[in-house]
Each structure stands twice: as C-alpha cells, then as structure tokens.
C-alpha cells in the first residue's frame, strides 16, 4: 500500500469566542478530533452540513489555522509542529481552492500575476514557459487569454471561483484542497471542470479532498467520501459503500434528501431535517446527532460511540451501527 | 393595481473599456408579477448578476445603463436618483448577493447588520431591533442565533454568511427580493427550510422574487417561468416545467444534457461529464448572426450572419433561434 500523503491524527481546531464581560468566553470546537489519510491520486469526498468544520479543517492542513490538538502530515512532513514547515516546499504540495473566491484573490492582481507569480517564486525563469503554462491553464478552466491582464472584480461570481482553481492548479501540486470549487458554476462549466479534475488525477496523479455540498458532484468523482458531523468524522468508506450502503443514521438522512433535479415536487417535505440543526456552541452530549435521531436510545445520550469498522473500509460512530436500516 | 410589479424593458449594459463601448448585455426584456418567481439561468458571465445590480440601481464604472426601461410598479426607476434608489433598497426591493463577503461588513458584527435594516427602515430602537435581528437569524436556521448575533463575519461558516444575507434581504419584506445564487453555500436540507421562508413570504406578503441560479432544479421547483441567457441576450424563455422538459433553444439543450445525474455512476460506470464544447466568447468579440454559433452543434449559413428574433413558443413563450426545436 503507497503511503498517504495526507495524515490526520487526532486533529482539533477550537476557537475562543466571545468576551469575558458579554455572556463570557465559549471554546467552539469547530474541528475536534479528525484522523484521516489521503492517498496519492486518491479522491476524498468530505460532505456534511453547513458549520460542521469542513472549511477550518481544510485552512488547518493548509497551515492557515493552528490546531489546537493532534499532527497534520504531509508528504512525510510533520506541519503542526514546533518547527515552521518549509512552505515552498508545502506550496509544492498542498494547494487549496476556496470557498469564497472574491476574499480570496488579491484585488489588485491581474489573473496573469496571479498565476504567473507562483511560477516565478518556484523558479520557472524562462519568459515564455511561464506565459505559455498561464495561457494552457487560463484555457482549461474556460477564460480566455484575453482575460489576462484584468482584475478580480471584473470578472463575474463564477469566472472569479476558476481563476481560484487556475491558481490552485498552476503549480501542480501533489494535494488539492478543493471547497466548494463549483459551486457558482453553471453545469457545462462545471462540467468542463470536473472532467478536468478528474483528467488530472489520471494524469499527473493529483490527490484531491472534495468538500461539496452537491452529493451528486462527491459520488461522481469521490473513491472514498468522509461524513462530517458537528467536527467530528461520523462515517467513512468507500463511494459505492457510503452511498449505497451508509450505516451512520445521519448519513442516512443525507441520502434520502438529495433531490432528484428535475422531480423536486416532493423534495422540501423529504429533505427537512428533523429537529434543530445541532449547533457547534451547544453540543449535546454523547452522540451528537441524538437530538435528530430516529435510533436514538439511552446510550446515545450518556455514551459517546467510537468510529469502528463496519466492513472492510468503512466505518461509522454510532452505536447502532449494524442495525441494517 | 394591476399590470406587473417589475416590467425590465429593452434593457441595455454598456461596458466602457478600450477606448470603445460595448453591450455587455441587450434587449433583455421581462415582467415579473406580484407574488411571482421568476427564473434567470445561464452560462456564468453571460451577463445575469449585471442585469440582477441594474434592477438595483446598482451599477458601477465601467459599468453603466445604456437603454431601456425598469418599470417598478408602474413607475419608471431607470434614471431614480441614489438617494430615491437608496430609498427603495432594503424597503422595496432587496437583493441576496452572489458573493456574501462582498456584501457584509466585515467590522461590524451581524446581529448589527440586520437590525439595521429594522432601524434605518422602520424607524425601531436598538433594542427591539436586535431582538428582530435574534429572530431573524433563526428564521434562516442559523444554530444559537442568541450568541451568533455578536459574531463577525470571518467568524461564521460560508454556508452561515449566506444565510445572513438572506435574513438581511428578508428583514424588511420588501416587494421584490432579487436572489443571485441564493443558497450555493447550503446543504440540501438547509436550502428546502430557505426556499420554504422565500415561497412563504411570497404567499404572505405578496414578495416577487427574481431568482437567478445555476441549479436548474431549483428553479424548476421554485419558478412558474425562467429565461435563458446567453452572452449577454435572452435566448429563450418558457413555463419552468416545459423548459426543462422541452428546450427548444440548442444552448437549453446542452445545458439539461451536462448535468450529472445521481445514481449514474452505479449503474454505469463513470462517464465523462457532457460539456458543451468551446467557450463563452468575450464581450468586445461576440461573434455576429446568433451568438451561439460557434458552439452551436444545429448551426447553418444563416446563422452567423442574421440575428435570430424571437419567435412565440407554441403554448407560451418564445425562443429565439433560426432552426428552434
Ligand atoms: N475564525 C473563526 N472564529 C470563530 N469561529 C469560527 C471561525 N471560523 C469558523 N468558525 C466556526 O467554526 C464552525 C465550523 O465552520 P466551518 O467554516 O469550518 O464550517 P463548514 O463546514 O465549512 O460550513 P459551510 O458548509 O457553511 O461552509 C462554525 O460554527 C463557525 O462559526
Ligand atoms: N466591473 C466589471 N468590469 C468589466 N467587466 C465586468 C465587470 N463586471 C462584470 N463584467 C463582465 O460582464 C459579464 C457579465 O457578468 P455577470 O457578473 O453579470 O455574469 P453572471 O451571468 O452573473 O455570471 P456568473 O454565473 O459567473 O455569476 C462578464 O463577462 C464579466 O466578466
Ligand atoms: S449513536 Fe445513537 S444517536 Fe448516535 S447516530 Fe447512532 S443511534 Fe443515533
Ligand atoms: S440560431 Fe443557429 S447557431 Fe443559433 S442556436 Fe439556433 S441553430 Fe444554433
Ligand atoms: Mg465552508
Ligand atoms: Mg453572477
């Protein structure tokens, strides 16, 4: 078996929020307790709803968030340590797409500095390399080489989210963080991005997490998907396995309320989660889904269930977890 | 009174750069009555967001009105000065923006930021504001709303923002609520508890929406009628279930056939991803005849050198291509 590329152990992110005096201080614990390899070339969908910690879990491996618990390796190199990792070296190998595009590009950066710096600083000196790669990667996200020399706000919502991806993609890196990459994208070009991803995983053997909240985007391109719940992982597995077989009661509901696009009639009754949607500030004790479970029993209330193995591969936290359906 | 709330008339967008003026977008013409949604879908760029901030009164160099007619309940707003335009946002007409940073204050907490618009627009104290604001939040299922409100936008998830721009929009229950992409950020069940709130507030209090997404589902569910765009014109519009089911337009086509279709994979194995070949040409070189040409798989002679009009569709609505099907 090759060795990961990405390892999470244990990692936890919390973050202090509020002030002593007004309603005093509260730890969120956005992230907290993740372990979780990434093979080279290898797919990992990362799904769950919204404020359940995919994001900060994303900025943690990109070393954009201290974490408060557990080791981040990448590519051998231990990043949460004492000692700064060699960030060229990380810019080589992990590169992330984010969530938001407009706050993530620099305003005042034509596409063609966006791109073309990287290259520069990672010692591609020749003129005419950097402008031919700029132009080939301008082009397989769909801009055209005219686009160039202009700025950020420019550009609309999802022309600015493939200069993110252009820019992600530019160094060839090992890893791609990718959050929500196409969301603003209408389906051709979404499509037109897919393909692409899924062209470079073939190629280059690119290794990808694929935060998305369009499951139909996560089983298409996914080998193995992670189901996030209030920052912690709840279940585990193979594509096939965690869409045609979840065993995680939340995982469970997740599938039953992907709407059929073009047959939506029903869809609102369906997909209306149960109960409250679980907060980060207050979660509830043992399991955190109980609140919204319909298996829930008393040990679900004062224990919290591991993550163990279901099948070869797969595996949930939830006490109930080979009570098939 | 009757005749329609919103009536966009022979719109024109000009785009100054160069040294020369062109039309990011033309002839774009469309009513939305009381009550009503109404859909805009297209290729990204294709000129939805502009249309969507020149309704608002919204637009900035090198951006600017260049002709036609916005016609809001039957008075005409095109040449509204700012302060009568800054009187009619957040009361009348209020807009979800596409990307929430752009939108929100990044200093000022959001709690603040929605009582506001109780402030500013119905002349309510602080007190009782915040407290509409705690409830607002809770509307658009934002988890411990009573701490949240105190939060700063960095402080909150992508899918979390988005929802406080909703619940800003919202706030006041204007006339017409123009949503760009209103729930990308969200997981499917948030989104049916958003689109329940929006169809809810245009039973009670009669709110139009102009609902511009990519996610043709959506719309479909959401809106009696959409339009089309591509490259900057309308190109067909239609009662949202026949579009979907019968496209006429060869741009509607491609786009139904790109979108990946949960269960695929399962059955069939991973398919490439159908894209509509080519890319969006850019505004100072849109090509003559119909826009669509060069990536049009139906296109003749006639087509690269006459301007389709628009012709009426059999049971409602009209499509404007030389070889319509
Ligand atoms: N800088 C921060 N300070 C305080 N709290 C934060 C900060 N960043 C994130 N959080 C909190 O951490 C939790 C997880 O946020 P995160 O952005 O990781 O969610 P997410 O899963 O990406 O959600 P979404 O799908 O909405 O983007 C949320 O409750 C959020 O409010
Ligand atoms: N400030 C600007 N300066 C120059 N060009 C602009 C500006 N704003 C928008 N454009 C251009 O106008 C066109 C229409 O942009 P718009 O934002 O309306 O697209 P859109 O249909 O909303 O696309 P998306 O689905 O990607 O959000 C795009 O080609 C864009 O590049
Ligand atoms: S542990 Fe209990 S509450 Fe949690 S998911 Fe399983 S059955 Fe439900
Ligand atoms: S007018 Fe011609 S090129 Fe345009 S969409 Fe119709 S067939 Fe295609
Ligand atoms: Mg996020
Ligand atoms: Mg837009």
């Not at chain 1, 491996?61 to 974490?67: A, E, H, K, N």
């Not at chain 1, 279940?235 to 995982?251: A, C, D, K, L, S």
């Not at chain 2, 033309?26 to 009381?34: A, K, P, Y």
């Not at chain 2, 067909?236 to 019968?246: H, K, L, N, W």
């Amino acid at each position: 078996m090759a060795e990961p590329l990405l390892s999470l152990d244990d990692l936890a992110v919390h973050f202090k929020i509020g002030n002593a005096l007004g309603g005093g201080i509260k730890t969120l614990k956005a992230v907290d307790g993740v372990t979780l390899d990434v093979k080279p070339g290898e797919c990992l969908g990362l799904v769950g709803e919204s404020g359940c910690g995919k994001s900060t879990l994303a900025l943690a491996i990109m070393g954009l968030l201290p974490p408060t618990r557990g080791t981040i390796g990448v590519d051998g190199q231990e990043i949460s340590g004492s000692k700064a990792p060699d960030r060229m070296r990380m810019a080589r190998t992990v590169q992330m797409v984010f969530q938001d595009p407009y706050a993530s590009l620099n305003p005042r950066q034509t596409v063609r500095r966006t791109l073309a710096d990287p290259l520069r600083l990672h010692g591609v000196r020749d003129k005419a390399e950097v402008e031919a790669r700029v132009m080939d990667m301008m082009a397989k996200v769909g801009l055209r080489p005219e686009q160039a020399d202009r700025y950020p706000h420019e550009f609309s919502g999802g022309q600015r989210q493939r200069i993110g991806i252009a820019r992600a993609l530019i160094l060839k890196p090992k890893l791609v963080l990718c959050d929500e990459p196409v969301s603003a994208l209408d389906v051709s070009i979404r499509a037109q991005i897919i393909n692409l991803l899924l062209e470079l995983k073939d190629e280059l053997g690119l290794a990808y997490i694929m935060i998305s909240h369009d499951l139909g985007v996560v089983e298409h391109v996914s080998d193995r998907v992670a189901v996030m719940y209030l920052g912690r992982i709840v279940e585990q597995g193979g594509w096939q396995e965690i869409f045609e077989n979840p065993r995680h009661p939340y995982t469970r509901a997740l599938i039953a309320a992907i709407p059929d696009p073009f047959h939506r009639a029903a869809i609102s009754a369906k997909a209306k989660a149960r109960g409250e949607i679980a907060s980060a500030l207050n979660p509830p004790p043992g399991c955190h889904f109980h609140p919204r479970c319909p298996l829930k029993a008393d040990i679900c209330v004062s224990q919290d269930p591991v993550l163990a193995a279901v099948a070869e591969g797969h595996r949930a936290a939830c006490h109930f977890r080979d009570r098939v359906s | 009174m009757t005749g329609p709330l919103l009536k966009v008339d022979n719109l024109r967008i000009s785009l100054a750069g160069d040294g020369a003026t062109y039309s990011a977008v033309e002839n774009v013409s469309f009513e939305i009555g009381r009550g009503e949604a109404f859909g805009l879908v297209g290729e990204s760029g294709c000129g939805k967001s502009i249309t969507a901030l020149a309704v608002m009164g919204l637009l900035r160099r090198p951006l600017s009105l260049g002709g036609g007619r916005i016609v809001l309940d039957g008075k005409e707003i095109q040449d509204a000065s700012a302060a009568e335009m800054r009187r009619l946002r957040g009361k009348r007409i209020a807009m979800i923006f596409q990307e929430p940073m752009t939108a929100l204050n990044p200093l000022s907490p959001v709690g603040k930021q929605i009582a506001e618009m109780f402030v500013l627009h119905e002349g309510m104290g602080w007190n009782e504001a915040m407290d509409r604001a705690e409830d607002a939040l809770r509307q658009v299922r934002v988890p411990s709303p009573e701490r949240r409100i105190k939060d700063y936008p960095h402080q909150l998830s992508g899918g979390m923002r988005q929802r406080v721009m909703i619940a800003i929009a919202l706030a006041c229950g204007p006339d017409l609520l123009v949503a760009d992409e209103p729930t990308t950020a969200l997981d499917v069940t948030v989104q049916a508890e958003i689109i329940d709130l929006m169809a809810e507030l245009c039973a009670a209090k009669g709110t139009a929406i102009l609902m511009i997404s990519h996610d043709l589902g959506l719309v479909a569910n959401m809106c009696k009628r959409v339009a089309v765009m591509y490259a900057g014109r309308i190109v067909e519009s239609q009662a949202a279930e026949a579009i979907f089911a019968t496209p006429s337009h060869p741009y509607t086509r491609g786009l139904v056939d790109s979108l990946p279709r949960l269960g695929e994979r399962s059955k069939r194995g991973r398919q490439r991803l159908r894209e509509i070949s080519g890319v969006v040409p850019s505004i100072a070189a849109y090509p003559a005849g119909c826009r669509f040409n060069p990536r049009c798989p139906s296109v003749t002679e006639v087509c690269r050198e006459v301007v389709p009009e628009a012709t009426p569709l059999p049971a409602e609505g009209l499509v404007r291509c030389h070889h319509h099907g």
